[in-house]
T-cell receptor
Framework: NAGVTQTPKFQVLKTGQSMTLQCAQDMNHNSMYWYRQDPGMGLRLIYY???????DKGEVPNGYNVSRLNKREFSLRLESAAPSQTSVYFC???????????????FGPGTRLTVL | EDQVTQSPEALRLQEGESSSLNCSYTVSGLRGLFWYRQDPGKGPEFLFT???AGEEKEKERLKATLTKKESFLHITAPKPEDSATYLC??????????????FGKGTKLSVKP
């Protein structure tokens, strides 16, 4: 099992350019997430998908769109990149804990994005 | 407002010097508290889940405990390879995704030989 994979690992954009971050998981998890991590801010949820065909906003959704392409894949799109979107982006997927109302999340290696 | 606060922000230890990391939380109805380890340039790696006050879990030199207001990550006789940032998170209340987490800012642990 590769777990959660993300592409690309690094990306540099100019202000106004667009790009899509790709995420895939091979653990047959229903739920998937996109986070951003900034120094001094911790991990913040951008969007999540509780199941195939559904997506919902998290804490910081402005400037982003997502697509749950199928059960395995969840992409994050920046339509017009801004310097404030310079960050490290993590994708995660989760499985429910049997008999409990919680999930455990497993993270990918991250994409380091710089917007000039 | 639901939030998670970790202290200290950074901790420097000598190899073998035991210590504890703190995670205090305010959430309406805790459903689960999670500890993750994050190495530089990597994604968070799952360590433990705690569900109720009094619960403890152990893994090698790490032991996590939970009270009604906080959790501690105790590190016994640490080694340099324990150096990492340790993240605490709580399960968001019902209403959002069952899996949504609220993260603290982390404690950066450095263990010197």
């Amino acid at each position: 099992n590769a777990g959660v994979t993300q592409t690309p690992k690094f990306q540099v954009l100019k202000t106004g350019q667009s790009m899509t971050l790709q995420c895939a998981q091979d653990m047959n998890h229903n739920s998937m997430y996109w986070y951003r991590q900034d120094p001094g801010m911790g991990l913040r949820l951008i969007y999540y998908s509780a199941s195939e065909g559904t997506t919902d906003k998290g804490e910081v959704p402005n400037g982003y769109n997502v697509s749950r392409l199928n059960k395995r894949e969840f992409s994050l799109r920046l339509e017009s990149a801004a310097p404030s979107q310079t960050s490290v982006y993590f994708c995660a997927s989760s499985r429910p804990n049997r008999g409990l109302s919680t999930d455990t999340q497993y993270f990918g290696p991250g994409t380091r994005l710089t917007v000039l | 407002e639901d939030q998670v606060t970790q202290s200290p922000e950074a901790l420097r230890l000598q190899e073998g010097e035991s210590s504890s990391l703190n995670c205090s939380y305010t959430v309406s109805g805790l459903r689960g508290l999670f500890w993750y380890r994050q190495d530089p340039g990597k994604g968070p790696e799952f360590l433990f889940t705690l569900y109720s006050a009094g619960e403890e879990k152990e893994k090698e030199r790490l032991k996590a405990t939970l009270t009604k207001k906080e959790s501690f990550l105790h590190i016994t006789a640490p080694k340099p390879e324990d150096s990492a940032t340790y993240l605490c998170a709580v399960q968001a209340p019902m209403g959002g995704s069952q899996g949504n987490l609220i993260f603290g800012k982390g404690t950066k642990l450095s263990v010197k030989p």
